[in-house]
């Protein structure tokens, strides 16, 4: 049974935007933190941004001024607003949560660049 769920992937022209979403079961949307990551095709999975269950937010340098990090608690939802998408934003995102000791990862969503 799926416990992370992402969606909005797909493909979209270099400056454009996309938002990603990511449903969570009520347990693990309780959980300390959820993350969004990203892999890239031959590259290793890289940390994008983070949310603690308070609300509070973290990014990765390389997110920071493009990409915004939220919740929705009424939908047990986080999301990845991706502003002046580039063409290494590339990637299979990935949606994680974490806290008391478990890890949970979602099946990710292809998001690609291209004009």
């Known amino acids: 049974q799926a416990q992370l769920v992402e969606s909005g992937g797909g493909l979209v022209q270099p400056g454009g935007s996309l938002r990603l979403s990511c449903a969570a079961s009520?347990?693990?949307?309780?959980?300390?933190?959820m993350y969004w990551f990203r892999q890239a095709p031959g590259k290793e999975r890289e940390f994008i941004a983070l949310?603690?269950?308070?609300?509070?937010?973290s990014y990765a340098e390389s997110a920071q001024d493009r990409f915004t990090i939220s919740r929705d608690n009424g939908k047990n939802t986080i999301y990845l607003q991706m502003n002046k998408l580039k063409p290494g934003d590339t990637a299979v995102y990935y949606c994680r949560a974490t806290g008391g000791g478990v890890d949970y990862w979602g099946q990710g969503t292809q998001v690609t660049v291209s004009s």
């Open positions: 009520t347990s693990i949307f309780r959980l300390d933190y």
């Open positions: 949310i603690s269950s308070d609300g509070e937010d």
